[in-house]
């Protein structure tokens, strides 16, 4: 059975690299054979040709000597030279006139057979037929050419085999290493599956695919993770909030069987009950309300929205809460902007932050609501004069039943500024609290229109 790292993508990839280098080699070496054997002949040819047109114009009485010298300066005996009258010799160093080497052609490879004896040699050589009707014959012989190709290509033979055991050696490398972090990564996956969410995924922190791969799951794995606590949070939240009213309800309503002795007594107690289970009802229909807008249910809705006409609308809406409270509401917008989005929800979100503004400023204090420009964006603005919060309830105000301690005593279900940060997400808004003494809410709209 094979090795499992043999089944890995590294391993596969580095041995199918190594077979293109092997196929690329091979057609380089062929291709190098090729030339080096081509220039050699060519240079062979080349010296023969010049050679055998020096001798044959030699005058006849220095061409014996000029043969016999020209063989004598050849210690490797390689050349061959040969002067013929009617196919017998004259002088030179061949036993007789090769019988396939065309006279006055072009060089040519033949069989010389040397005045030695011995058996004939593959040789590149040229014949002329000179003025006075003699044969001069020229060649030199090409296993020296063969030896030099031969040396090219084992010297690139030689090379291939180290190349080759160098990849597949990289590999059984890559192929291993890969085995190993796959079969980590399927042992954290398992206890991940098996419950342990803060278990992650191993990375060394590199820019490799396994390490990015490991990054973004692992931040998935943290952003479930807290979702799930924060699930396990509003379930505890949600029973909390809901049994202190079904808790009053309930008292109520005993007392009443008990103690009310006439209808309207009845009645009141009926409509404590009543008014009991209608805050019950809200914390229902807020939480309902936020899943909506989280779940996206209402971009089909989306479209172009002025701001200003909302803080209008929502400023006539809360004036007389306002004037009741004796705080001053004043609406000021000092631009106007049209942002793509749905009407309903941003007039929610901004009645949301107003009527925290009005509920937690004093008597005499003062809410501005406005519509600012900056940095090709519309930022909705909501300041108060009231106590303001910390910077750590502004970090956490947002979530979902979530009240600081300067709200306990009000009235509320701390799901208003949940419900504006659903809305502001929805529309890729940016929502910011600033802490300290009074409190300023904005929601910052950079898609403008």
Excluded at 178 to 198: C, F, H, S
């Amino acid at each position: 059975m094979l090795p499992d790292f043999i089944r890995t993508t590294g391993f596969r990839s580095a041995a199918a690299v190594a077979a293109m280098f092997a196929v690329y080699i091979a057609l380089l070496f062929a291709i190098v054979y090729w030339r080096t054997d081509r220039y050699l002949m060519v240079r062979s040819d080349e010296v023969i040709t010049m050679r055998a047109i020096e001798l044959a114009a030699s005058v006849p009485q220095r061409r014996l000597y000029a043969i016999a010298d020209f063989l004598k300066q050849d210690p490797r005996m390689v050349q061959y030279a040969g002067l013929f009258s009617h196919d017998e010799p004259i002088t030179g160093n061949l036993a007789y006139l090769p019988p396939d080497l065309k006279i006055d052609g072009p060089a040519q490879q033949s069989l010389f057979p040397p005045s030695s004896g011995g058996a004939a040699q593959n040789v590149r050589g040229i014949a002329r037929r000179l003025s006075n009707g003699d044969v001069l014959v020229v060649g030199r012989k090409i296993e020296e050419a063969q030896e030099i190709a031969e040396i090219v290509g084992a010297t690139l033979a030689i090379g291939l085999i180290p190349a080759l055991c160098l990849s597949i050696a990289a590999g059984i490398f890559l192929g291993v290493r890969a085995q190993k972090r796959v079969g980590e990564v399927n042992k954290r996956v398992q206890r991940i599956m098996a419950g342990d969410l803060r278990e992650r995924l191993p990375s060394h922190g590199g820019s490799d695919p396994f390490d990015r791969l490991a990054a973004i799951v692992n931040d998935m794995l943290g952003n479930i993770e807290a979702l799930i606590h924060e699930i396990a949070g509003v379930g505890d939240d949600i029973a909390h909030d809901l049994r202190t009213p079904l808790t009053r309800v309930r008292m109520r309503l005993e007392r009443g069987r008990v103690r009310a002795t006439t209808i309207d007594e009845l009645k009141t107690v009926v409509d404590q009950a009543i008014t009991g289970l209608d805050q019950s009802l809200a914390v229902i229909t807020a939480l309902l309300r936020i899943a909506e807008i989280e779940h996206e249910r209402r971009l089909d809705g989306f479209g172009d929205v002025v701001l200003m006409p909302l803080l209008y609308e929502v400023g006539e809406l809360y004036q007389p809460i306002a004037e009741d409270k004796q705080v001053t509401l004043e609406v000021a917008p000092a631009v106007d902007a049209t942002v793509r989005g749905d009407r309903d929800l941003l007039l929610e979100a901004i009645a949301n932050l107003v009527d925290n503004a009005v509920k937690f400023t004093p008597s005499g204090g003062r809410v501005e609501v406005g519509l600012l420009a900056r940095d090709g964006e519309a930022a909705i603005q909501v300041r108060d004069t009231g106590p303001g919060i910390s910077e750590t309830d502004s970090k956490a105000v947002t979530k979902r039943f979530y009240r600081c301690d300067k709200s306990r005593s009000s009235g509320g279900l701390g799901l208003g500024l949940s419900l504006v940060a659903a809305i502001v997400e929805l529309h890729n808004f940016r929502l910011s609290i600033t802490p300290g003494q009074g409190c300023t809410a904005e929601i910052a709209c950079p898609h403008t229109v």
